[in-house]
């Protein structure tokens, strides 16, 4: 690792199973996903929880939506609602990431999952009984947002206590891959299933989803502070000195601005709507619709379904820099694309991308960063990710307009090369890192 970049503070020590060291593998197994994390039982019960809650989170993610729009009939409530939930992810992210560098991991996560199951529950109750208020909609959706804020950053940062540093980038290969699955499975899922059983027992279903989490929380080793740290509250100072120790090692701060760079400028998910109707109308405006929001996805899910090669991979830097880049090509080929099915490609090839880059990122975060740091990176992480897209969904948006659909994407694609390649020149600190 390099040491002029990364913290000197041993690793949170993982006993190396001899039974979790797989052989070097050929053939086209070396291309296949690196499963040695999964049997560390540990980190089997956390991963296999997310199976689980990544189908149920996305049912709650389609139902809100739907139940505000059938209830006031407008996109402007859909989007303010969006809006309302963002405000406390922030908030509660960066304040989570404090807390879960100042307590056992293991039972915030557990307050948190039962928080998030409570507000299923409390969706499922208004639903049920046709209460029909958008204003309690958004409240409960604003708190079962801050709860995730609170628990993104713990579930994150534990990765790196239950699988050794060299499994790490395999870690976060099945998590990330779990993740985007059901950010296909999911809808699909809801759309199946809202005229059989109706909206309502969706967030059931997701209340449901939260009790196996919580189970699975429950088996867990316990998380406390490392020996060696310091006991601390959990409030602004701590909250400061996490973006102080980002300021100060600089290949953390490069990580973060590679995902602003890419998703900012390079994700223009807002334009779908207006591409599909413009440019791949004639292919049917629904159809194109639907490609066009699950290629990305789709795309993510087979760069980890094929991450074997990630675990031997020592230049995360270099591996980072590479997806931004490709990651803006793609996004500019999918903009200069006349025919549908050649649009659908570059854009899965995105997703392809932004699963390396996502890989390569989180596994940055977990081993140059100190244990008693890492709840707080992860909680800047979980902010730049909700709120990357969301700000270019408003760029996208702005420039859709000014300057037409297709101008707007090839721009912004081009936009993420020439930055990526400029900061990679200008600050060598990400280039030179390597594990």
């Given at each position: ?12 020590p993982?006993?190396?199973?001899p039974a979790?060291?797989s ?11 690196d ?14 929880s ?11 993610a ?15 409530w ?15 992210a ?26 299923s529950?409390?969706?499922w ?34 990765i ?7 499994e ?67 409030g602004?100072?701590e ?11 600089k ?22 709507p207006q ?7 004639s ?5 194109a ?11 993510a ?21 590479g ?8 996004i ?35 081993s ?35 300057f ?32």
């Open positions: 690792m390099d040491t002029s970049e990364s913290s000197t503070e041993p690793q949170d993982v006993e190396k199973d979790a060291v052989p070097r593998r050929r053939g086209w197994r070396r291309w296949a996903m499963t040695r994390p999964l049997r560390r039982p540990a980190y089997r019960r956390l991963w296999s997310t199976i689980v809650t990544a189908v149920g989170s996305q049912l709650t389609v139902a809100v939506p739907k139940q505000i729009y059938d209830i006031t009939g407008s996109s402007a859909v989007g303010a609602a969006s809006l309302a939930g963002l405000l406390p992810l922030v908030v509660f960066l304040w989570g990431g404090a807390v879960a560098d100042s307590m056992d991991r293991r039972k915030l996560l557990l307050i948190t999952n039962s928080g998030i199951a409570v507000t529950v409390l969706f109750l208004q639903a049920v009984t046709g209460l029909e208020s958008v204003a309690v909609l958004m409240v409960l959706l604003a708190v079962q947002q801050a709860f995730w804020g609170l628990n993104a950053p713990a579930r994150n940062a534990s790196a206590r239950l699988v050794p540093a060299d790490l980038t395999a870690a976060n290969a099945l998590g990330s891959t779990v993740m985007q699955t059901g950010q296909v499975v999911g809808p699909l899922l809801a759309g199946v299933l809202i005229p059989v059983i109706g909206l309502a027992e969706l967030y059931l279903i997701d209340a449901l989803a939260l009790c196996v989490t919580v189970w699975a929380v429950l088996r867990l080793p316990a998380l406390p502070p490392l020996a060696a740290t310091v006991k601390r509250r959990a602004v100072r909250i400061v000195d996490g973006f102080r120790y980002i300021a100060l090692h290949v953390l701060l490069l990580s973060f601005l590679a995902d602003i760079i890419a998703m900012v400028f390079g994700m223009p998910r807002a334009l779908f591409l599909a109707s413009e440019t791949f109308g292919y049917g405006e629904g159809l619709l639907e490609l066009l929001f699950a290629a990305i996805p789709i795309g899910v087979a760069g980890g379904l094929f991450s074997g090669t990630f675990s031997r991979a020592r230049r995360h830097g270099w591996m980072v820099i997806a931004v880049v490709a990651w803006g090509v793609a500019t080929g999918f903009g200069l694309s006349g025919s549908l099915w050649l649009a659908v490609v570059f854009l899965a090839l995105a997703g392809v991308a932004d699963m390396v880059s996502m890989v390569f990122r989180g596994a940055i975060l977990l140059a960063a100190s244990d008693e740091m890492r709840g707080r990176m992860q909680g800047v992480f979980t902010v730049v990710v909700a709120g990357g897209p969301r700000l270019a969904d408003v760029l996208h948006g702005t420039a859709g307009s000014a037409g659909a297709r101008t707007a994407t090839v721009g912004g694609g081009l936009l993420v090369v020439v930055l990526m390649l400029g900061l990679a020149v200008a600050v060598p600190a990400l280039r030179r890192y390597r594990v």
